[in-house]
């Protein structure tokens, strides 16, 4: 039991889509009593400059997908692991919600291996962030009933049942991962009898001052979006509450406005 009072305790929590101001009052709290953050890349480091002690440790995750120069998973959950049982407050710091397309269940099967305790701190998700910044109602009366959150990167490999129901479905469609291979992405809703009308928004780097909005239908994509590269963190929304935007979108950068032809 004496040995278990050294051990320290680790916070799985999510920092929100960018805005400093969008964390919780809890992160608030306990980045301030945090010995070590362990930091995801998409995290806004001024999160961590308004928040923490002074002397904290900061290590960073550098989690990124598709780059072969992000950490590894299994030397992520080793430094939790080691700075928990050195008896340090750790705070394991993703983007948006911890639990939205993250590697969280790894991290919670290392501690609980451990007997670390722990806790999880829940976030606001990037669909979320992205399209409240982007005035887009993820469901609205007439509009959208019901929203799906998908990840689709170029490793996905989803079958032919899974892509007739999402051309099916009215339900809002928002795809984390996809900026890559969004002209695929609408190829397959087209191919599988989405309508080709259908609005589709690209927003970049949501809630933040370099935050861009991309609008356009899933048959004009190619020709509206072909040859961009959009700047990561990026997020697909597809579906008839697109159309919201032009109306209702209020958080104005530089950035905002890149709408195409009106929908």
């Known amino acids: 039991m004496a040995a278990n009072k050294k051990i320290g305790k680790v916070f799985l929590a999510g920092a929100g889509p960018g805005d400093p101001d ?4 809890k992160l608030q709290k306990k980045l301030a009593e945090a010995d070590v953050i362990i930091t995801d890349r998409l995290v ?13 440790l900061v290590l960073l995750a550098g989690k990124q997908g598709y780059n072969n120069e992000s950490l590894l998973q299994e030397k992520i959950n080793q430094l939790i692991v080691e700075n928990a049982l050195a008896g340090k407050t750790v705070v394991r710091l993703k983007g948006g919600d ?21 806790e999880i701190i829940p976030g606001i998700t990037a ?17 959208a009933q019901g929203v799906q959150f998908i990840s689709y990167n170029p490793n996905s490999d989803h079958t032919e049942a899974k892509w007739k ?14 900026a890559k291979n969004f002209l695929s992405l609408a190829e397959q809703l087209i191919l599988y009898s989405r309508p080709s009308i259908t609005p589709i928004a690209v927003i970049e780097q949501a809630c933040t001052p370099h935050q861009r909005i991309h609008i356009s239908t899933l048959e004009r ?16 929304i597809v579906g008839e509450v697109v159309r919201l935007h ?10 905002v406005g890149s709408v195409f032809e009106k929908l």
């Open 221 to 236: 994509s190619k020709e509206d979006l072909s040859g961009k590269t959009f700047s990561s963190p990026s997020l697909i």
């Open 127 to 143: 669909a979320s962030g992205a399209s409240a910044y982007a005035g887009i109602p993820l469901t609205a009366r007439g509009f």
């Open 44 to 56: 806004n480091p001024a999160i961590i400059t308004a928040n923490a002690k002074k002397n904290v």
């Open 22 to 25: 969008l964390i919780t009052l």
């Open 98 to 118: 911890v639990a939205f397309f993250s590697n969280v269940l790894d991290e919670l099967i290392a501690l609980q291996e451990k007997n670390i305790p722990f």
């Open 246 to 255: 032009q109306e209702f979108q209020w958080y104005h950068t530089s950035g």
């Open 165 to 178: 129901a999402l051309a099916a479905t009215e339900d809002t469609l928002v795809f984390y991962m996809a």
